[in-house]
């Protein structure tokens, strides 16, 4: 069952290859994004999704398609996530500041806050996971995220803190 779930997953990941080229990627943007919110109104209003699952749920969509990056460090790993969540329209990152372990990306274009009105608190835990878990598929160890600065939180851009760390 297990190998039959990875197979699945596989497959979706190689059909994400199509839609990585506009103007496509604008369709597969705002149907992810009513997935996101769909989730949160179904799951959330019974108390049955937390931010934390959220994260975990981008972290894993992030290793798995971490599989289509060509890996390397974590500096060439930043690179290749901008370029990716680019192109997957989850959202436009600048790398603020980077270090070998350690780096400040800003989303102008975040997936989830655009459009949103000032809710008073962070909300972007899925793509914070996201860029977790495809920085930790590329770059291996383990890497963690977490949202600074959040535009439905009156910032003109959401900001995350990404570390990696190496498992011994
Ligand atoms: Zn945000």
Redesign the pocket.
């Known amino acids: 069952m297990a190998q039959t779930f990875e197979l699945i997953v596989d497959k979706i990941v190689e059909n994400l290859r199509e839609y990585i080229t506009p103007p496509e990627r604008y369709l597969s943007r705002e149907l992810l994004r009513l997935i996101v919110f769909s989730i949160h109104k179904t799951l959330g209003e019974q108390g049955k999704v937390t931010g934390e699952d959220l994260y975990h749920v981008g972290k894993n969509t992030g290793l798995w398609i971490s599989k289509l990056a060509s890996g390397g460090d974590f500096i060439h790993s930043l690179k290749e996530l901008v370029e990716f969540s680019n192109k997957l329209g989850v959202g436009e990152i600048e790398v603020e500041r980077e270090s070998k372990e350690r780096a400040v990306l800003r989303v102008y274009d ?1 997936i ?2 655009r459009d949103v009105p000032k809710l008073g608190i ?3 835990y899925l793509p914070s996971g996201f860029y977790a878990g495809f920085l930790q598929g590329m770059a291996k160890g383990y890497v963690s995220s977490s ?1 600074t600065r ?4 009156g910032s003109d851009f ?1 900001e995350f803190v990404v570390e990696r760390r190496e498992i011994f």
């Open positions: 975040c989830i806050c962070n909300i972007c949202e959040c535009m439905a939180n959401c």
